[in-house]
């Protein structure tokens, strides 16, 4: 199985909801990565998870709170987000953490914040 | 100036043309990576390089340390090879990858 699942593939959002946006990987990989990506732009990088302990946090917003409960779970819970958060969010994985060993994406949830 | 940029950022072709992305970067790396996206969002790792050059089916990937530039080649063209290719590096000091603006490439049939 070299398959990282997302969900939900699209979501909408009002500014004062709470909401989460969840990834899976069953590779027994022991690093999970969350990206934001705007349209026609390159991903950006906001967490990296390493042996379910975050090793990088890209100076996101605190209304970005991400949760590893396992080594195959990755979440994202939003709250209180802006119109301009609206993006794809891509979940990835890789086999140690390190940058250098190839990554495995999720297919993204579109997010739309009114 | 980016520290990794791509050429063309738009690139058509017809269907069975050989065709040649490319990506240079400014910044010691220890890997460089070839990733496809397709409409709708879903990336793909293609390749990963730290040197010389390598082959899966149709597509080819080099890298020139010492020029700090790497291309990709798909032989063959075909419409459904039409999708975003992302050059991204990991470089030596800093823990994070780089990404390039991105291709887009449109096959026709």
């Known amino acids: 199985d070299t398959e990282v699942t997302q969900t939900p593939k699209h979501l909408v959002m009002g500014m004062t909801n709470k909401k989460s946006l969840k990834c899976e990987q069953h590779m027994g990989h022991r690093a999970m990565y969350w990206y934001k990506q705007k349209a026609k732009k390159p991903p950006e990088l906001m967490f990296v998870y390493s042996y379910e302990k975050l090793s990088i946090n890209e100076s996101v917003p605190s209304r970005f709170s991400p949760e590893c409960p396992n080594s195959s779970l990755l979440n994202l819970h939003l709250h209180a987000l802006q119109p301009e958060d609206s993006a794809l969010y891509l979940c990835?994985?890789?086999?140690?953490?390190?940058?250098?060993?190839?990554?495995?994406f999720g297919p993204g949830t579109r997010l739309l914040v009114l | 100036k980016n520290e990794v940029e791509q050429s063309p950022q738009n690139l058509t072709a017809q269907e069975g043309e050989f065709i040649t992305i490319n990506c240079s970067y400014s910044?010691?790396?220890?890997?460089l990576h070839w990733l496809q996206q397709h409409p709708g969002g879903g990336i793909v790792s293609l390749f990963m390089?730290?040197?010389g050059k390598k082959k899966h089916g149709r597509l080819i990937a080099t890298i020139n340390i010492q020029e700090k530039h790497s291309s990709l080649h798909i032989t063959a063209s075909h419409p459904r090879d039409s999708a975003v290719y992302i050059c991204a590096v990991k470089e030596t000091s800093g823990s994070r990858l780089t990404f390039g603006e991105g291709t887009q490439l449109t096959v026709n049939p």
């Open positions: 990835a994985s890789s086999q140690f953490g390190l940058l250098a060993e190839t990554q495995y």
């Open positions: 390089l730290s040197s």
């Open positions: 910044v010691g790396i220890s890997a």
